[in-house]
């Protein structure tokens, strides 16, 4: 969420983030960060899980987003299939953000 006056970015407008925890899937090729986002009193907490590619000169993608969440349990259960919150993922291709559900 950016906000913008006469092409300025209000920065104190941006929702805050915060780092919770990382996991590095047993190959060692991705890793998935987890972060909190706090939207201000009209807005639940939110969880965003990025993936990391470690051999791809640690490009990034978003492959997580969960609403009304403030934690992340993050597991690998093999090489590409993690878990996050419940939600099983097949990376680099799966994702899930409930606006899509």
Known sequence: MQFKFRGIFIMNRLPLVEYLTEEISP???????AYVT??????SYAVRGELVFNEKDNKTK??????????????????NTEV???H???????KFDFRNQ
């Open 27 to 33: 190959d060692g090729k991705y890793t998935l960060k």
């Open 88 to 94: 099983v993922l097949d990376v680099p291709s799966d």
């Open 62 to 79: 978003n492959i997580y987003w969960n609403y009304r969440e403030e934690t992340a349990n993050i597991s690998w259960t093999d090489d």
């Open 84 to 86: 996050i919150n419940g």
């Open 38 to 43: 706090n939207g201000g009193v009209t807005t």
